[in-house]
């Protein structure tokens, strides 16, 4: 009597070839059905991608999609890799409103560029009457700029149009108006100084809801530098800041953005001031600084690809929380934060009254 088991008969190897040849056929109809339904959801996907991207250059035509991301995140070739170049990412934006004579047959003392949102109008209007005044500090030429990118939702650009016209001091570029997108903000600030108003002897970045008092940042820390000033940053210094890794921070940073353990020296985004020649240095610098989107960390980098050393200010000139007003107080700070409209008006005017002893 005859015995056969397993693969040697004949009888169960005819059964496992027809199963081998079911498994198989079946396998390739899912995978056929599944490759059709994912290129249906990816010509899906770039139809809305398309109609939002069109939606957004009716209302402005220059326009530009960050590796079609709209809400602000960064492009993937800077989430991926360090070693490529970023300036498809921070070089890449078009002025829509720019004032490119702003510095025409003049080189002003200090730029102040000033980021902002189109919604902080009450904002602007308190700065321009006090302390970003361009005859804020008499026998000082002063330029004030304001910093802005694009809205998709409830801006009205015919106003902002018309605030332009009436007071020359906004610039504004087409890349979305995001907090992920600060970075690019105070880059366009940098760009415009090197590209406009090169001669310059210093220029501040700040924000709208800080106060500045420009009389003390002039007479007492800028008027006394060296006539040939260069390479000079100053501000409130963070060193030896780490980067958080907690989601739930408004500074966070994701280790594929930034993998590093430790930031290089960097001065607070609420207030920071420079020599003219650093502007084209630090624009330069975004050339190959991999971009991230902290601001005044990513400055920080672009300083230190530089070698510029920053220079420590004197003890709490620049304050990056609210300090209590105090006429006393007011008069020996350059920078006080979280500052209202109505809080801008009425600290500068009280500083302006000559009975103010202390």
């Given at each position: 009597?005859?015995?056969?088991?397993?693969?040697?008969?004949?009888?169960?190897?005819?059964?496992?070839?027809?199963?081998?040849?079911?498994?198989?056929?079946?396998?390739?109809?899912?995978?056929?059905?599944?490759?059709?339904?994912?290129?249906?959801?990816?010509?899906?996907?770039?139809?809305?991608?398309?109609?939002?991207?069109?939606?957004?250059?009716?209302?402005?035509?220059?326009?530009?999609?960050?590796?079609?991301?709209?809400?602000?995140?960064?492009?993937?070739?800077?989430?991926?890799?360090?070693?490529?170049?970023?300036?498809?990412?921070?070089?890449?934006?078009?002025?829509?409103?720019?004032?490119?004579?702003?510095?025409?047959?003049?080189?002003?003392?200090?730029?102040?560029?000033?980021?902002?949102?189109?919604?902080?109008?009450?904002?602007?209007?308190?700065?321009?009457?006090?302390?970003?005044?361009?005859?804020?500090?008499?026998?000082?030429?002063?330029?004030?700029?304001?910093?802005?990118?694009?809205k998709t939702q409830d801006a009205n650009e015919d106003l902002l149009l018309r605030e332009s016209e009436q007071y020359h001091d906004?610039?504004?570029?087409?890349?979305?108006?995001?907090?992920?997108?600060?970075?690019?903000?105070?880059?366009?600030?940098?760009?415009?100084?090197?590209?406009?108003?090169?001669?310059?002897?210093?220029?501040?970045?700040?924000?709208?809801?800080?106060?500045?008092?420009?009389?003390?940042?002039?007479?007492?820390?800028?008027?006394?530098?060296?006539?040939?000033?260069?390479?000079?940053?100053?501000?409130?210094?963070?060193?030896?800041?780490?980067?958080?890794?907690?989601?739930?921070?408004?500074?966070?940073?994701?280790?594929?953005?930034?993998?590093?353990?430790?930031?290089?020296?960097?001065?607070?985004?609420?207030?920071?001031?420079?020599?003219?020649?650093?502007?084209?240095?630090?624009?330069?610098?975004?050339?190959?600084?991999?971009?991230?989107?902290?601001?005044?960390?990513?400055?920080?980098?672009?300083?230190?690809?530089?070698?510029?050393?920053?220079?420590?200010?004197?003890?709490?000139?620049?304050?990056?929380?609210?300090?209590?007003?105090?006429?006393?107080?007011?008069?020996?700070?350059?920078?006080?934060?979280?500052?209202?409209?109505?809080?801008?008006?009425?600290?500068?005017?009280?500083?302006?009254?000559?009975?103010?002893?202390?």
């Amino acid at each position: 009597m005859s015995y056969c088991s397993g693969f040697f008969c004949p009888m169960q190897r005819t059964k496992r070839n027809l199963f081998l040849v079911f498994a198989i056929f079946f396998t390739a109809i899912y995978l056929i059905s599944y490759s059709y339904n994912s290129a249906r959801l990816a010509k899906s996907d770039d139809r809305h991608m398309e109609s939002e991207a069109s939606l957004l250059k009716k209302v402005f035509p220059n326009f530009k999609q960050i590796s079609g991301k709209e809400n602000g995140e960064l492009p993937p070739e800077n989430e991926k890799s360090e070693n490529k170049n970023t300036s498809t990412s921070t070089q890449s934006f078009t002025f829509i409103i720019n004032e490119e004579e702003k510095c025409k047959d003049k080189a002003p003392f200090l730029v102040l560029l000033i980021s902002t949102t189109a919604a902080e109008l009450q904002h602007r209007n308190a700065i321009r009457k006090t302390w970003g005044n361009e005859t804020a500090v008499p026998g000082v030429d002063i330029v004030r700029l304001f910093l802005l990118g694009i809205k998709t939702q409830d801006a009205n650009e015919d106003l902002l149009l018309r605030e332009s016209e009436q007071y020359h001091d906004i610039i504004q570029q087409d890349f979305l108006d995001t907090y992920n997108n600060l970075t690019l903000k105070t880059l366009m600030g940098m760009r415009w100084v090197a590209s406009y108003c090169s001669g310059t002897r210093f220029a501040m970045k700040t924000d709208s809801d800080v106060f500045v008092n420009t009389v003390h940042l002039i007479e007492k820390l800028l008027r006394p530098l060296p006539p040939s000033t260069q390479n000079y940053f100053t501000g409130c210094l963070m060193s030896g800041h780490r980067p958080i890794r907690n989601k739930a921070s408004k500074w966070y940073i994701s280790e594929e953005e930034f993998p590093g353990n430790r930031y290089h020296p960097f001065c607070s985004g609420t207030g920071y001031v420079f020599s003219g020649d650093l502007a084209a240095k630090i624009v330069n610098a975004s050339l190959t600084v991999k971009f991230i989107h902290l601001e005044d960390v990513y400055v920080g980098f672009c300083l230190n690809a530089k070698g510029v050393k920053i220079v420590p200010p004197p003890h709490s000139l620049f304050n990056i929380h609210k300090v209590p007003f105090s006429p006393c107080v007011y008069n020996k700070i350059i920078t006080s934060h979280h500052i209202s409209p109505h809080e801008h008006i009425i600290y500068w005017e009280t500083l302006q009254e000559k009975e103010n002893t202390c």
